[in-house]
């Protein structure tokens, strides 16, 4: 590409159904992206991803597409969509598009036509398997979602394969009429004038042939990314129903399309035992994509060491290629209450902004974040989230971190709406809104506002390379250096006041996001919380 602009780049993620209701349906709509596209634009951001607004039953909230081409009611039309291209473009922001290529709404015409009998133009569209002899599906596949990944169509008296709901079928990429449907549906969206494609399951593409079974998961052997404790979808290692050597070819094609169009980026999402191989793969040196996406830094425990391990994995781009991370989406647990508990206070949302603001590598921030926002406890009986009422009471979905952004405290809907919001906005997070941050300096989106502003202002936090210098469990500190721009950056993400050492050249703290953190003889103190970014005037 002529203009790498991703690298380095902070993308804000978009949830539609929660961002902004301009139809008093109470539910988020892409004008209601437009109306607030300067909130985004303020924080200094290069582009937005937005999850998807296409035609769906929404089964799986968008993930399950009726209708690539078209955006649903409930968001809006076409037009709103332009419009929302043009306004972001017109703030100098990119916008990418989630783009679901493994699977389809059952609700899909291909689907509909698919299952109707075995001899249909599009018969073998999506993956359809006889049973075995005696009437079980044909392997021991598992869902994302609970229970098999096979679902009996009696029309056909054949089983179709489903990794996540039985309402999203896996389509047959192996097949070259479907990539070539899937490549006409991608560049319907690149001639609308999107900058890049965020590639939903991206490892979930392709499939064995022979449908082998799985093998048993080793006694301690660590459990697929982002699937939670007592899934029996860990009970297997995923070597033949996902992460197939011929998914590669198909990204090739893609790859091949949006070359024809400027500047365009595509981010590969992937869930996988081995994350780190497959993004390496798909993105590393020779592949197809730009940048990867995984879970690595989305999980329950709060860890540096994960975090130093999963960066490290990263650090030669001439074999593994370019990073991207986040610490929360539209799938897990907000972050600050994931690593902080249920009354972290903001403090803490500070020093995790900082830290991922910091890192090597492309950045997502997920709306809400950006405020400091926890996950909100949601009640049993307002649960709409398939994977929570199937897993329900251990873990409860991911309806708490779906919530509707809180913009003002004037009023009990926080100005999301004037209808009935589609999950609840608690008061904690009306407390919080963007109007009342926006007349505190010290509040966590000013001070969000700042770190984003010195990362674009220092390569060396661009595109510099990281050396870890010193990893506890709650605190980090590592140099990001490029050409003659060495800083340091270090993070106390405790309570309690730490000491940590330092070795090297003359400090010169960058105040505007250095908080709670002094140098001390040959020592970074940082209080709780605490954060640091130095410049380094030369190393010993």
Known sequence: MSNEWWRGAVLYQIYPRSFQDTNHDGIGDLPGITQRISHVARLGVDGIWISPFFKSPMRDFGYDIEDYRAVDPLFGTLSDFDELVQAAHRQGLRVLIDMVLSHTSDRHEWFEESRRNRENMRSDWYVWADARSDGMPPN??????????????????????????????????????????????????????????RLDACNFLT??????????????????????????????????????????????????????????????????????????????????????????????????????????????????????????????????????????????????????????????????????????????????????????????????????????DTDPMAHFTDGTPWLPIPNDHIAHCVAAQEADPASVLQFTRRIIEWRRAHPAMLQGNIQFRHVEARQVSFLRQKGDETLLVAVNLAEETVRLPWSGGALEPLDEVSVGAEIDGGDIVLRGYGTLAAVVGGLG
């Not at 500047?263 to 592949?287: K, N, Q, T």
């Not at 799938?331 to 603001?357: E, I, Q, S, Y």
């Not at 709306?367 to 909100?376: F, H, S, T």
Request: glycine residues 8%; charged residues 25%; aromatic residues 12%.
């Open 207 to 408: 499939h064995d042939r022979l449908l082998r079974d799985n093998p048993p998961r080793p006694p301690g052997h660590k459990p697929t990314d982002a699937v939670k404790p007592g899934n029996p979808y860990n009970f297997q290692m995923h070597r033949y129903d996902k992460s197939r050597p011929e998914t590669v070819d198909f990204l090739r094609r893609l790859r091949e399309l949006t070359d024809k169009y400027p500047d365009i980026v595509m981010v590969a999402e992937v869930a996988d035992d081995d994350s780190i191989s497959r993004i390496s793969e798909y993105a590393g040196p020779g592949g197809p994509l730009h940048t990867g996406y995984s879970f690595a830094l989305l999980g329950d425990d709060l860890d540096l060491h994960v975090l130093r391990e999963n960066l490290e994995a990263f650090m030669n781009e001439d074999r593994q290629g370019w990073p991207a991370w986040s610490f929360s989406n539209h799938d897990v647990t907000r972050v600050v209450t994931r690593w902080g508990g249920p009354h972290a206070p903001p403090d803490f949302a500070k020093a995790l902004l900082f830290l991922l603001l910091s890192l090597r590598g492309t950045l997502f921030l997920y709306q809400g974040e950006e405020l400091g926002l926890g996950e909100v406890d949601v009640p049993y009986d307002s649960i709409v989230d398939p994977y929570g009422l199937n897993f329900f009471p251990e873990f409860k979905g991911r309806d708490g971190c779906r919530t509707p952004m809180p913009w003002n």
């Open 140 to 197: 021991n596949w598992l869902s994302m979602f609970g229970g098999v990944a096979w679902t009996w169509e009696p029309r056909r008296e054949q089983y179709y394969m489903h990794n996540f709901l039985p309402s999203q079928p896996d389509l047959n990429v192996h097949n070259p009429a479907v990539q070539d449907a899937l490549l006409a549906e991608c560049q319907f969206w690149l001639d609308r004038g999107v900058d890049g494609f």
